[in-house]
């Protein structure tokens, strides 16, 4: 099968690890050709490119700046989004007949693109649904259900479920939002298709975390929380905040938070004014170095904003479970993470205005041998159904297809 891949992601190497990479590597190995669009900022100064690349083609297509700038410029940067990929794929995939094309939303602004190819080769299509926009953005006040933007995005929202024959969801949550607030789409077409990756093995031996931790002045005789990822709104970042202003004095537990994002200013104004004695502000590390350290930490953080009416499913959860990490997280009531983590015995969950909920499951986690068996049990369930074979069968399960021996 031809398969064309849509992301606005910057892709750079199908041999990297990472939620896309690991399931387009599914469907080379599997025999199929893949093809994949993805985007160049124009922060990068680099060109559009078609490129060959470990078996797979890649067309990287030129576009604004989305990351790191003004709402107003990422708002711009969007819509044009799906222009500039539809003339890419025109020039450059004009001869080229798909038979399955699958996208991700960030963002909804593909429908044209999937239109086109979908009507020109008679395509199926497959949408795998990581965020749930506009509704997000009015969550977090960004704009009105009444303004021009909502309605907007609303529309192309509604467009990109209609041409879609398949729509994978990260959690049954996902599915029953989708479908509640989504009529007109049939509920036989929605499904569960979870973040995944493929597991590598972890290197937890004592001697390697020692030296990591001695590294970044890590303390060794204290539990250790890690948060790595976005640091914007859709954190909650003041809560996080407030855990760690009323964990200050807390001689049991070291806070580690590692990222970037629209408030690391406000946690690093934080840090500058208050300096915690236990805890370290990190900005955005390359991913090989924030994984060691992620690996050489004893539980992981995940934060959501409170005031969030749609289940979102960050995807940061499997690199704590594929470090055999237990979980905390501290979310609004409506994403169905928690759920997942208390029932799958790898962590807790609490919500994130409670900060005398979120300290007790703290306490808790400070006890080793709960940690140990937690961690092993994150593994496990990883294994079971969070890896890219699982996402690839999901996916295929539509499709008669003999795979490549």
Same mark, same amino acid.
């Given at each position: 099968m031809n398969i064309l891949f849509l992301s606005i992601g910057r892709l750079n190497n199908i041999e990297d690890r990472g939620l896309y990479t690991d399931l387009l590597r599914q469907f080379r190995d599997k025999g199929h050709n893949v093809y994949v669009v993805?985007? /160049?900022? #124009?922060?990068l @100064?680099?060109?559009?490119?078609?490129v060959n690349e470990n078996g797979v083609q890649f067309l990287r297509v030129k576009i604004g700046n989305i990351r790191n700038t003004n709402l107003i410029k990422k708002g711009i940067s969007t819509i044009m989004i799906e222009s500039l990929f539809l003339k890419a794929i025109k020039k450059y995939m004009e001869n080229i007949n798909f038979d399955l094309v699958i996208y991700s939303t960030p963002p909804i602004t593909f !429908? #044209?693109?999937?239109?086109y190819v979908k009507k020109r080769d008679n395509a199926r299509t497959y949408l795998l649904l990581k965020d749930i926009f506009p509704q997000n953005a009015v969550d977090l006040n960004m704009f009105?259900?009444?303004?021009?933007? @909502? #309605?907007?995005?609303?529309?192309?929202?509604?467009?990109?479920?209609?041409?879609?024959? @398949?729509? !994978?969801?990260?959690?049954?949550?996902?599915? %029953?939002?989708?479908? +509640? +607030? *989504?009529?007109?789409?049939?509920? +036989? =077409?929605?499904?569960?298709?979870? *973040?995944? /990756?493929?597991?590598?093995?972890?290197?937890?031996?004592?001697?390697?975390?020692? $030296?990591?931790?001695?590294?970044?002045?890590i303390p060794l005789d204290k539990t250790v929380f890690i948060y790595g990822g976005n640091l &914007?709104?859709?954190? &909650?970042? %003041?809560?996080?905040?407030?855990?760690?202003? =009323? *964990?200050? %004095?807390? %001689?049991d537990v070291y806070?580690?938070?590692? !990222?970037? !994002?629209?408030?690391? $200013?406000?946690?690093?104004?934080f840090f500058n004014r208050e300096k915690p004695k236990n805890a370290l502000l990190l900005s955005q590390m390359k991913k090989d170095d924030y994984e060691a350290l992620a690996n050489s930490c004893d539980v992981g953080l995940i934060f959501l904003d409170n005031r969030f009416t749609i289940p979102n499913f960050p995807s940061r959860l499997l690199t704590y479970m594929q470090a055999s990490m237990p979980v905390l997280a501290a979310t609004d009531?409506?994403?169905? /993470? &928690?759920?997942? /983590?208390?029932?799958?015995?790898?962590?807790?969950?609490?919500?994130? *205005?409670? =900060?005398?909920?979120? +300290?007790?499951k703290l306490k808790q986690l400070c006890d080793n041998k709960l940690r140990e068996q937690m961690g092993i049990n994150a593994r496990s369930y990883l294994e079971k159904n969070y890896t890219s074979r699982h996402s690839y069968e999901i996916i295929m399960s539509h499709f008669k297809y003999k795979e490549k021996r």
């Open positions: 993805s985007s /160049i900022e #124009k922060r @100064h680099k060109p559009t490119e078609y !429908g #044209k693109v999937v239109r009105s259900k009444n303004s021009l933007l @909502h #309605k907007y995005f609303k529309m192309k929202e509604k467009q990109l479920y209609a041409l879609s024959n @398949h729509i !994978g969801c990260m959690s049954q949550g996902n599915v %029953d939002f989708v479908i +509640n +607030n *989504n009529t007109e789409v049939l509920p +036989n =077409t929605v499904e569960v298709c979870p *973040n995944s /990756i493929t597991p590598v093995k972890v290197d937890r031996a004592e001697t390697k975390i020692r $030296n990591i931790r001695s590294k970044y002045n &914007g709104k859709p954190q &909650g970042i %003041d809560f996080l905040i407030n855990c760690l202003k =009323t *964990n200050k %004095d807390n %001689d806070f580690v938070i590692a !990222g970037s !994002g629209t408030e690391f $200013n406000k946690l690093s104004a009531v409506n994403t169905d /993470i &928690g759920k997942v /983590i208390v029932e799958g015995e790898f962590g807790y969950w609490c919500e994130s *205005n409670n =900060t005398k909920q979120f +300290n007790k």
